[in-house]
């Protein structure tokens, strides 16, 4: 993750992410990740004891390029259903989620779900003029071979109303990866709990760069169609804040809307320490960051 926050950034700083199986990512010419100069990365690790001592050996490797040579700004959406029950037994628990948020103008380039040892399938729907479309369906899941699906072309998010998928999950006997069917299981980092999660690489077209590779800032005059453009941009950011995290749609984001994954970065939001982002305190922060 990234200790600051990037405008747009799908999870509000997720960056990148490893899972048993994933191989390394590599964008088309183009296309890429932002990494603010001056930015600190945050590693969220998910260790199962073993009983035994272990050392841990992560490496990251980044390849930069230069921001000339960059159309696109590849950000990371999710997915997600934390509140779901799996009854003991249940061989073919079915879970739902959605994408709240899809950007104008962005192309979707490729799927990664993510479930745990009782994930079973995995499909994708995208909803356009009241017909539904199956974009990815992965009918035997397996944790220890997980995969980022890429598509063949970049599907255009802007002729899709809105993302869906559907999971399930098998918590019998006839698992022979399940710890233990006669258990309830719920959301949690543990392997022996699970997650219902996509991960969604979406490309955002960017404008061209300046010569000097630098924002142009000082030269921008507070007329009032610069001021307006500013405003537009702020209310922006507010909008699609709280459009991918305000669940329950009461204008504030509680800590616990958000997912257990990004919510140490909510603390970026939450000026007065209360576990709470209101709209207020999100645009002080937009303000700050837009120029």
Do not use: C
Not at 8 to 33: D, I, N, R, W
Not at 63 to 72: C, P, Q, S, Y
Not at 222 to 251: C, H, M, Y
């Amino acid at each position: 993750f990234l200790a600051g926050d990037i405008q747009g950034g799908g999870l509000q700083g997720y960056y990148t992410g490893a899972v048993p199986g994933e191989t390394t990512s590599v964008f088309e010419e183009g296309f890429g990740k932002l990494l603010p100069a001056g930015e600190t990365l945050i590693f969220q690790m998910h260790y199962t004891a073993n009983g035994s001592v272990q050392e841990d050996t992560t490496k990251v490797g980044i390849v930069f390029g230069k921001r000339e040579d960059v159309t696109h700004e590849v950000v990371t959406l999710i997915g997600i259903d934390q509140e779901f029950e799996i009854p003991p037994y249940a061989a073919n628990h079915e879970v739902n989620g959605k994408v709240r948020w899809l950007p104008k103008g962005g192309l979707l380039l490729g799927v990664a779900p993510h479930m745990h040892v009782r994930g079973k399938t995995f499909e994708l729907f995208a909803d356009r003029d009241g017909e539904t479309e199956t974009l990815l369906h992965v009918p035997n899941y397996d944790f220890n071979w997980q995969h980022s699906y890429v598509f063949s072309e970049p599907l255009d998010l802007d002729t899709i109303d809105s993302l869906r998928f559907k999971v399930t999950f098998d918590n019998s006997a006839g698992n022979p990866f399940n710890p233990d069917p006669s258990q309830w299981v719920n959301w949690g980092d543990q392997t022996w709990e699970e997650m219902a999660v996509t991960f969604l690489e979406v490309a955002e077209p960017l404008e061209p760069a300046t010569p000097t590779d630098t924002p142009v800032v000082a030269s921008i005059s507070l007329s009032p169609e610069n001021t307006a453009a500013r405003e537009a941009k702020i209310q922006k950011f507010v909008d699609d804040f709280f459009a991918q995290l305000d669940a329950n749609g009461d204008g504030v984001v509680a800590r616990g809307e958000v997912p257990i994954a990004v919510r140490g970065s909510l603390s970026r939001f939450d000026q007065d320490g209360d576990d709470l982002a209101t709209r207020d305190e999100v645009r002080e922060l937009a303000e700050r960051k837009i120029p």
